[in-house]
């Protein structure tokens, strides 16, 4: 019979870390347990070392695969299996530490790059570390391309130029700390995003806004519609064409709730 080739340990670090260092089969964890690489199609059948055929197994769940009894009885045998094992879960959890740094290497490299791409949109200000950390948050939170896209709407809504030319530095303030409201809203439904761009209007144009009962009003609005059995679609064009119109119109909040909830009670008459 010929010896069987070890994968690399460089192989096995990546098969680990792509499948996050967990037990395909059973979900455990390293050092919970000690892991293996298993061959999804067996070696014995003509499967391959490549990665697609490997896959990350617990001890446990791989020899339970195999029909192999391996011989107890030998005292000398049962503690080489034990040394083995303990200097075995020691290199898996530095292969896990090594994970988790490239990760957080990964993460600084990604804030380093948002920092300066807010850093060239304003000019001699710098982002401090309170700016920095707010940015982390978000970086957690919401893909790259979101991220870019917030600033870039960000910094077109909100950075003023003074008289000299120069940004203020109160824009710049709101600038960034826009972003993340900018994020939360695009992270939600069409629906509710035009929700928040109606309630935007109103919270503009009344002397007096009562944003909990606006709220309660417009998602009251949309359930009617929903019930009624409107699209998505249908009820997006009628927020655009018919809500947010009549919104614009309106001048006080007593006159745009009266007509919402006068709107509300005519779909549930419809038939």
Not at 180 to 188: D, W
């Amino acid at each position: 019979m010929s010896k069987r080739i070890s994968i690399s340990k460089r192989i096995r670090f990546e098969v680990f870390k792509r499948d996050k260092f967990t037990c395909q089969y059973c979900g455990k964890k390293a050092p919970d347990v000690i892991l293996e690489i298993d061959h999804m199609h067996p070696k014995s059948k003509g499967g391959s070392d490549e990665m697609l055929n490997l896959i990350t197994s617990c001890r446990e769940c791989n020899r339970g695969k195999k029909d192999i009894r391996l011989d107890d009885q030998s005292t000398l045998q049962k503690q080489r299996r034990e040394i083995e094992e303990r200097q075995e879960r020691r290199e898996q959890i530095e292969l896990m530490f090594k994970w988790r740094e490239s990760l957080r290497d990964s993460d600084r490299k990604k804030l380093n790059k948002v920092v300066k791409y807010i850093d060239k949109k304003i000019d001699k200000f710098q982002l401090n570390e309170n700016g920095r950390r707010t940015i982390e948050k978000l970086i957690n939170k919401f893909s790259l391309p979101d991220i870019l896209d917030a600033i870039d709407i960000s910094a077109k809504k909100y950075l003023k130029y003074d008289t000299s030319d120069d940004l203020t530095k109160d824009s710049v303030e709101d600038f960034i700390d826009k972003i993340g409201g900018i994020l939360t809203v695009k992270s939600r439904s069409p629906i509710e995003q035009k929700l928040a761009y109606i309630k935007g209007i109103c919270r503009n144009r009344f002397e007096y806004w009562d944003s909990k009962k606006g709220s309660m009003i417009l998602n009251e609005y949309v359930n009617a519609l929903k019930k009624y059995g409107w699209s998505e679609k249908q009820i997006l064009d009628d927020l655009e064409n018919e809500l947010e119109l009549e919104t614009k119109e309106s001048n006080s909040w007593s006159e745009w709730k009266c007509f919402v909830e006068g709107w509300i009670d005519d779909i549930k008459k419809w038939k």
